[in-house]
RNA sequence: GGCGCUAUCGUCUAGGGGUUAGGACGUGAGAUUCUCAAUCUUAAAACCCGGGUUCGAUUCCCGGUAGCGCUACCA
């Protein structure tokens, strides 16, 4: 087992596209683990697959790493002692590795084409048989290989697999073999002379010294070829940790049908980084006596250990998610929530590019009596439509808000009548608000619901919603000022939607 | 097909040779409120199957089943 004494570990994603969820879990599990061994951690671009791997999602990714609370002590920007942490500056290396291995014949030429390897293979497969590699060059002569590589024929570096079985350690699932009849030489170069990635992943770990190599279990299968590139090379092999796959509800890996899955697309939709972090901590791991949930970040890194991960593929579940964010939605301080909040409000057109002092103060209210009310912060603008939005008609649409002013005596009619009579068309006073209702409540020995209802369905379109004293005084307030929706006043609202009653009626 | 990994409430999980199998999300009920959300209380809800070991297995071992992964000159 590799011990440098010091904890050395890495995140080595490739640049082809979105972060993924199942990913950030990866590099989570790797910093929490660095962060509570007083380790380093390390962040590596994987981009041998040139064909794939674009600079923009490189930038992007770094970003979003940061949004999520993270940070590395070497990377491709921040440096470190071991570079280059992009693979595509470091082709020469792995050459040179490449020919010592050949030299030291752990490896060998193989020049047999892509479609007779094809053709071997489904053959295996027809005959039942292993789909292995023959290991029909690694008999061919010295002479002949010097022979057909002097005549340019194109020819791929394989490994030789030794003779014995291949044993590893995983601190997820403990002791880990693999006999050698089911592992093929492996093609750790290719024809093109771009190596490949089982290879250069080893080179890379080692010539980073990584002690541990924390990664998703889909690459379980790799390893018995990782490691024989390690021995080949005499290189100390690392402890492994093979994190289980996150999978949607229909127990099936976690992909973009099953809705958002990379990291961007939960920050656009109102998530709090740490709520997000905080989950994914929990998706297949939990801290001694499992009765805890909400762990800010420096409980998590106090409580993790890769010794209590759970090896079994875990099922990514939003409404956990949400619950979590709403926790941390709560007791966020308030600037970060109106910060984001207005952020939303504004890209939805309802506060002004750069609001005024009085309009964000206004819209910092606004998002407290709002945000208790959603899961993520992306739900404000269409919660604030009791705000913005006032169509009488459209109230009046709804059978159960109908049937409040049909029925009966029309109690609920007199109510907003008397209402009407009393509020000011100028601002109306949360104690003046309160005083009306007194008045109604006497005059038309009116109370509770009866009372409330027909105001509140006035108002916002619905008998349920915020308390009065909290959404009268925002309503009045909202009314004076300028914004790209005009807010009515509770006067008007009261008025407008009393004459949308008399015109149904006819 | 072969190989590998996995298996506790619907979901995330704690636990572990003898437990009323614990917590959380979600769900139901109740309290509170004019109402909704929030909050509080409460209820229902799980050890995949079959063998073995054992006085006793959900726990340890073996097998089966199921799910997932790998089986590339992708990463």
Redesign the pocket.
């Known amino acids: 087992m590799a011990d440098h004494g010091k904890v050395r570990v890495r995140f080595?994603?490739?640049p082809?596209g979105q972060l993924h969820i199942g990913n950030v879990r990866t590099a989570l599990y790797n910093w929490l683990f660095a962060r509570k061994t007083g380790g380093t951690f390390i962040l590596r671009i994987?981009?041998?697959?040139v064909?794939?791997s674009e600079g923009r999602y490189e930038t992007q990714l770094l970003a979003d790493l940061k949004w999520l609370g993270l940070d590395w002590d070497e990377g491709p920007d921040v440096g470190g002692p071991y570079p280059p942490y992009r693979?595509s500056d470091k082709m020469d290396v792995y050459r040179a590795y490449a020919a010592k291995l050949i030299q030291e014949q752990k490896a060998y030429y193989?020049?047999?084409?892509?479609e007779e390897?094809?053709r071997e293979?489904q053959q295996a497969?027809t005959e039942?048989r292993?789909?292995?590699?023959s290991g029909k060059c690694r008999k061919l002569d010295a002479g002949e290989v010097e022979r057909r590589r002097a005549a340019g024929e194109?020819?791929?570096i394989r490994l030789k697999i030794p003779e014995h079985p291949i044993r590893f350690h995983d601190i997820?699932?403990?002791p880990?073999?693999?006999?050698n009849e089911?592992v093929?030489d492996?093609?750790i170069v290719?024809?093109?002379g771009?190596?490949?990635?089982?290879y250069v992943?080893v080179i890379d770990d080692a010539d980073m010294k990584i002690t541990h190599v924390i990664r998703g279990?889909?690459?379980?299968?790799?390893t018995p070829k990782q490691v024989a590139v390690y021995e080949a090379l005499g290189l100390p092999v690392p402890e492994f940790a093979?994190l289980?796959?996150i999978?949607g509800?229909d127990?099936?890996?976690l992909s973009k049908r099953h809705g958002a899955t990379s990291i961007s697309h939960f920050r656009e939709m109102g998530v709090l980084p740490e709520a997000l972090m905080n989950y994914l901590a929990?998706?297949?791991?939990?801290p001694?006596?499992?009765?805890?949930?909400i762990f800010p970040t420096a409980e998590l890194i106090k409580e993790f250990s890769l010794e209590?991960v759970?090896?079994?593929?875990?099922?990514?579940?939003n409404?956990?998610l949400?619950?979590l964010n709403?926790?941390y939605i709560?007791s966020s301080a308030p600037p970060v929530i109106h910060e984001m909040g207005t952020g939303f409000l504004r890209q939805a057109g309802l506060l002004p590019a750069s609001p005024n002092g009085h309009v964000s103060g206004w819209a910092n209210k606004l998002i407290d009596l709002l945000a208790?009310?959603v899961d993520r912060l992306e739900q404000l603008p269409e919660r604030a439509g009791i705000i913005f939005k006032h169509d009488p008609a459209e109230f009046l649409q709804s059978a159960e808000n109908a049937e409040i002013f049909a029925n009966d005596d029309r109690k609920a009619i007199s109510v907003l009548w008397e209402f009407q009579k009393r509020c000011p068309d100028s601002e109306l006073a949360p104690e003046r608000f309160k005083t009306i209702m007194n008045e109604i409540k006497t005059d038309l020995s009116v109370k509770?619901?009866d009372?409330?209802?027909p105001i509140?369905i006035a108002l916002i379109g619905?008998?349920?919603?915020?308390?009065?004293?909290r959404l009268i005084p925002l309503i009045e307030e909202g009314s004076h000022l300028q914004l790209p929706v005009q807010v009515k006043s509770v006067h008007e609202r009261i008025r407008e939607f009393l004459t949308a009653i008399e015109q149904r009626r006819g």
């Open positions: 080595a994603p490739s082809t994987e981009d041998t697959d064909e794939r693979q193989c020049f047999c084409t892509a390897l094809e293979r497969l039942q292993q789909p292995i590699y194109p020819a791929a997820v699932r403990g880990v073999e693999f006999s089911v093929s492996p093609i290719r024809s093109s771009m190596p490949i990635y089982n992943v279990d889909d690459h379980i299968s790799n093979h289980s796959t999978l509800p127990r099936e890996r929990l998706l297949g791991w939990a001694t006596g499992g009765d805890r949930e209590r759970t090896p079994s593929p875990a099922i990514f579940d409404e956990k949400n619950w709403r926790q709560k208790p009310y509770g619901k009372l409330f209802h509140r619905s008998h349920s919603g915020p308390d009065f004293d």
